[in-house]
């Protein structure tokens, strides 16, 4: 499991890094947003750890962006004491969170937890190769001409 985690301070990043590590999950780091962001969109994972206070570009803007090109990967906001309520997170499409301080073993378990319930992939409403469409919802079989 490939695990993107996007914080800036480097005690917590050598914190969970090492945990994950020894969990044998694959973990990459980028320590401000546009480095997260460049990352969330031009790779893989199977979960984002995003911090919400980073420097150049917060959390929920990344998290804005990318779920605003469907990018529907799993993502854990890790959040100071009571900076932000529940709901607004949940609103912009983050799928838990975490106060900090937080114990390794918390964050485990919410990695987990969210990881298990996964996400089912939605198929595209439209494919298309060359001049051959193809319309799944519609039942629709055409060429363009």
């Given at each position: 499991?490939?695990?993107?985690?996007?914080?800036?301070d480097k005690g917590i990043v050598r914190f969970v890094k090492k945990g994950l590590l020894e969990h044998s999950f694959s973990v990459e780091v980028a320590t401000h947003g546009e480095e997260g962001l460049d990352s969330a969109l031009h790779?893989?994972?199977?979960?984002?750890?995003?911090?919400?206070?980073?420097?150049?570009?917060?959390?929920?803007?990344?998290?804005?962006?990318?779920?605003?090109?469907?990018?529907?990967?799993?993502?854990?906001?890790?959040?100071?004491?009571?900076?932000?309520?529940?709901l607004f997170m949940v609103e912009l499409g983050?799928?838990?969170?975490?106060?900090?301080?937080?114990s390794f073993a918390e964050l485990l378990a919410r990695i987990q937890?969210?990881?298990?319930?996964?996400?089912?992939?939605?198929?595209?409403?439209?494919?298309?190769?060359?001049?051959?469409?193809?319309e799944p919802d519609g039942h629709r079989v055409y060429r363009e001409q």
């Open positions: 499991m490939r695990i993107l985690l996007v914080e800036d790779r893989q994972y199977d979960l984002i750890v995003l911090d919400i206070l980073l420097p150049e570009l917060d959390g929920r803007e990344i998290l804005q962006r990318i779920r605003s090109i469907n990018i529907q990967t799993p993502v854990i906001f890790l959040t100071a004491k009571d900076s932000a309520p529940t983050a799928d838990d969170y975490l106060t900090k301080p937080f937890a969210v990881l298990r319930r996964g996400k089912p992939l939605s198929s595209p409403s439209r494919l298309q190769l060359a001049n051959l469409i193809l």
